[in-house]
Nanobody, 124 residues
Framework: QVQLVESGGGLVQAGGSLRLSCAAS????????MGWFRQAPGEEREFVAG????????EYAGSLKGRFTISRDNNKATMYLQMISLKPEDTALYYC?????????????????WGQGTQVTVSS
C-alpha cells in the first residue's frame, strides 16, 4: 500500500508560479511511475504530467508543456510539479497518483494509488 500526500497548492495571481509536492510512503516509490492529474469544478479529471519510475522520461498534456515541469526525487520519495505562467484556467484540484508499473500512464485508470488533492486557484 502506498499513501500519497500532496502539498504546495494555494491562491496565486495569473502569471505566478507554484510548486506542488507529492510525498509517498513505503519503500517501493522508486519502482512506480507517477503522475499528476487535475479536476476543475464541473469538469472531468484530466492528465497533467507523468514521469517514469527512474525519472528519465516524462510526458505532458499538450497544452501544458512548457509551463509545467514534473520531476521526482527517489531518495526523498517525493514527486514535484513546477508550474509557471499560471492562468485562471489552471484552477483545479490537483492530484498525484502512483502506478505499479515503471512506465508512464496517461489515463487515470492506469494508476493504483491516489492522494487527496491540493487546491490551486489562479486569480485573474
Amino acid at each position: 500500500q502506498v499513501q500519497l500526500v500532496e502539498s504546495g497548492g494555494g491562491l496565486v495571481q495569473a502569471g505566478g508560479s507554484l510548486r506542488l509536492s507529492c510525498a509517498a510512503s513505503g519503500r517501493t516509490f522508486s519502482s512506480y511511475a507517477m503522475g499528476w492529474f487535475r479536476q476543475a469544478p464541473g469538469e472531468e479529471r484530466e492528465f497533467v504530467a507523468g514521469i517514469n519510475s527512474s525519472g528519465s522520461s516524462t510526458e505532458y498534456a499538450g497544452s501544458l508543456k512548457g509551463r509545467f515541469t514534473i520531476s521526482r526525487d527517489n531518495n526523498k520519495a517525493t514527486m514535484y510539479l513546477q508550474m509557471i505562467s499560471l492562468k485562471p484556467e489552471d484552477t483545479a484540484l490537483y492530484y498525484c497518483a502512483a502506478r505499479r508499473r515503471s512506465r508512464i500512464g496517461v489515463n487515470g485508470y492506469e494508476y493504483d494509488y491516489w492522494g487527496q488533492g491540493t487546491q490551486v486557484t489562479v486569480s485573474s
